[in-house]
T-cell receptor, first 116, second 113 residues
Framework: AQKVTQAQTEISVVEKEDVTLDCVYE???????LFWYKQPPSGELVFLIR??????QNEISGRYSWNFQKSTSSFNFTITASQVVDSAVYFC?????????????FGTGTRLTIIP | DSGVTQTPKHLITATGQRVTLRCSPR?????VYWYQQSLDQGLQFLIQ???????AKGNILERFSAQQFPDLHSELNLSSLELGDSALYFC????????????FGQGTRLTVV
């Protein structure tokens, strides 16, 4: 069965500091996708990134970057020069497609607080 | 705005009652997924429909049911409600499979009193 572990329950950093959110996953499939979602205080889930299991290139989008390492089954998320608006709960998720049973499995989330 | 619309945004009801949550997927999306987010269980997959047919089932209670209509909107029916059913219920949609992006609605916050 697939599993996503976000060991950091809560993180607080001072504004402008860099912060890394950890995500470790388990799956038996060779083909899968990994996702990060942001849930701000307003409650909606905002899609941030999708990465497929065959693409281990790191990705950078503005202040956000993602480090995917299959060797350690990790898909970590770094925010550089954090801002107060980054305060939210961040979820890592794994999609696995077993025929007839397809779903996103979410981690328990990391609550990130940026202190002004 | 994800393009996925959920109504109502908030719902307060008594134990034993039945409620219906509605979801309109993004235009062109054939798959609809329902998730439950509670403090103790986190984000849990309930059920998926694809083009009107049930495609996958997760940890959905027998008191809960869902359907997807010909216009692709979906409804999640929760009956014999218990206090523990209080949660945020999300709907998500995608064009086809979860190998694409899944766009989430804003959720329906259900409070059972």
């Amino acid at each position: 069965a697939q599993k996503v572990t976000q060991a950091q329950t809560e993180i607080s950093v001072v504004e402008k500091e860099d912060v890394t959110l950890d995500c470790v996953y388990e799956t038996r499939d060779t083909t899968y996708y990994l996702f990060w979602y942001k849930q701000p205080p307003s409650g909606e889930l905002v899609f941030l990134i999708r990465r497929n299991s065959f693409d281990e290139q790191n990705e950078i989008s503005g202040r956000y970057s993602w480090n995917f390492q299959k060797s350690t089954s990790s898909f970590n998320f770094t925010i550089t020069a954090s801002q107060v608006v980054d305060s939210a709960v961040y979820f890592c998720a794994l999609s696995e497609r077993n025929f007839g049973n397809e779903k996103l499995t979410f981690g328990t989330g990391t609550r990130l607080t940026i202190i002004p | 705005d994800s393009g996925v619309t959920q109504t109502p945004k908030h719902l307060i009801t008594a134990t034993g009652q039945r409620v219906t949550l509605r979801c309109s997927p993004r235009s062109g999306d054939l798959s609809v997924y329902w998730y439950q987010q509670s403090l103790d269980q986190g984000l849990q997959f309930l059920i998926q429909y694809y083009n009107g047919e049930e495609r996958a089932k997760g940890n959905i209670l027998e008191r809960f049911s869902a359907q997807q209509f010909p216009d692709l909107h979906s409804e999640l029916n929760l009956s014999s409600l218990e206090l523990g059913d209080s949660a945020l219920y999300f709907c998500a949609s995608s064009v086809d499979t979860l190998y694409g992006e899944a766009f989430f609605g804003q959720g329906t916050r259900l409070t059972v009193v």
